[in-house]
């Protein structure tokens, strides 16, 4: 077992070569005291707090909104809370929605780490109910092995990125979308594959609308608020940061290409991302799906969004997100109007096969935790 989860976490044989960085962070004493832990799980549980190194590095893989990381943990012997770091919120989601999801990954990715551990994790959501900014409380259940399924999400945990560049050819792998599907019910969301043909032509219609308006106002609050949180949260070529998105992560040049969803801009015409290398559009564009508009609900469908990219990475599947248009409520009503009829779509995604493994950055465990 122990021998398992260095496997892991060593994954040499593939492109990783921005993974180097984030092993270096993930110590092997961390890995290898859970690995102990999962040789042995007992009845009396984890000292989480002596592993909280491992826990909160997993954790703080997640996706996150620009990269923003908008989270905080405390870790005590026997349970890890996880708080929404408002400090971190954009103001172009004053509602807090893309910061929760955000956290919601995080809370996912942190449920896995104690599956490594060789327990249940049991998430106790919005515990103290005076308390909004405390998402979520997490012990160690009942001891249960890690399942297959399990270790290869973990697995993927290093090269999972949001990918920004082309998808080689090609449909998902065979029964993978299925899985998918399933993964988000099973976090109380849902997965809504738009098929190619009338509802593909649907969707692009509402987003065209929606960037139609956008050119109309350039200078509008909403989107000169946009374009200075976007260069708040980008990073030049070479920039060391540990947060925000950095130039080898995003395009030149937002892609506008026929088949492709429109892209937010990252480089605002300065000339720091990659080529736009176009390739095939994606072979599956979906929409995820929250059961309604409260804080309980983007915080499962940020679960949901880490457990679908996961299962999906571990297939070296990769995803493009979209949430910019989803700001609107206008778009998120036609959305729901014509494409997914229940509940309360929050993200655009656009997945398809890569071979390769773009991490970006994350500040250190130290700094998003506060032991007890
Ligand atoms: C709630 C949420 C909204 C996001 N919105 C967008 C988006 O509109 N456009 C985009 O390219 N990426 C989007 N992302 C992806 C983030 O930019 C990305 O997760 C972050 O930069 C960290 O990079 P990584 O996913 O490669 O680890 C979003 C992610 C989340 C969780």
């Known amino acids: 077992m122990a021998e398992d989860l260095l496997r892991a976490f060593s994954l040499a044989s593939r492109d990783l070569r921005p993974c180097r960085l984030w092993r270096a962070q993930l110590s092997v004493r961390n890995v290898s005291k859970a690995s102990k832990a999962a040789q042995n799980p007992g009845p009396a549980g984890p000292d989480l707090a002596g592993r909280a190194g491992y826990l909160v590095e997993v954790a703080a893989r997640a996706p996150s909104v620009h990269n923003t990381q908008p989270w905080r943990f405390t870790v005590t012997e026997d ?34 780490a104690i599956r490594s551990l060789g327990y249940q994790p049991e998430a106790d959501l919005f515990p103290e109910p005076g308390q909004r900014q405390l998402l979520a409380r997490v012990r160690a259940g009942l001891p ?50 738009v098929e190619g043909g009338p509802a593909y032509r649907r969707l692009t219609k509402i987003l065209g609308a929606w960037s139609r308006k956008r050119d109309l106002y350039p200078t509008s609050h909403a989107e000169i608020q946009a374009q200075t949180e976007t260069q708040r949260w980008t990073r030049e070529p070479g920039s ?20 492709h969803l429109p892209q937010r801009d990252f480089d605002l015409g300065r000339g720091w991302g990659f080529s736009p290398s176009g390739g095939p559009p994606a072979p599956v564009t979906a929409v995820l799906v929250a059961r309604g508009e409260d804080e309980q609900s983007w915080l499962r469908a940020g679960q949901a969004l880490q ?16 949430t910019q248009p989803l700001q609107s409520a206008s778009v998120r009503a036609q959305i729901r109007g014509s494409l997914t009829p229940t509940g309360s779509p929050q993200l655009l995604l656009e997945l398809g096969v890569a071979r390769t493994a773009h991490p970006t950055a994350r500040r250190p465990a130290s700094e998003v935790s506060t032991d007890r």
Do not use: N
């Open 79 to 112: 349970a890890v809370e996880l708080y929404a770091d408002a400090g971190r919120q954009l103001l172009e989601d004053p509602a807090g929605r893309e910061m929760t999801i955000s956290c919601g990954a995080a809370l996912f990715g942190l449920r896995l």
């Open 144 to 193: 249960a092995p890690m399942t297959h399924d399990e270790r290869a999400m973990l697995q993927a945990v290093p090269h999972r990125h949001t990918h920004r560049g082309a998808f080689e050819p090609g449909p998902l792998p065979g029964g993978l979308l299925a899985r998918l599907k399933d993964d988000a019910a099973a976090e109380g969301a849902t997965l809504v594959v």
């Open 240 to 259: 060391q940061a540990r947060d925000g998105v950095p130039a080898h992560a995003f395009p030149a040049a937002a892609g506008r290409e026929p088949g």
């Open 307 to 322: 457990r679908i990219l996961l299962r999906a990475a571990s297939q070296w599947v990769f995803a493009g997100l979209q």
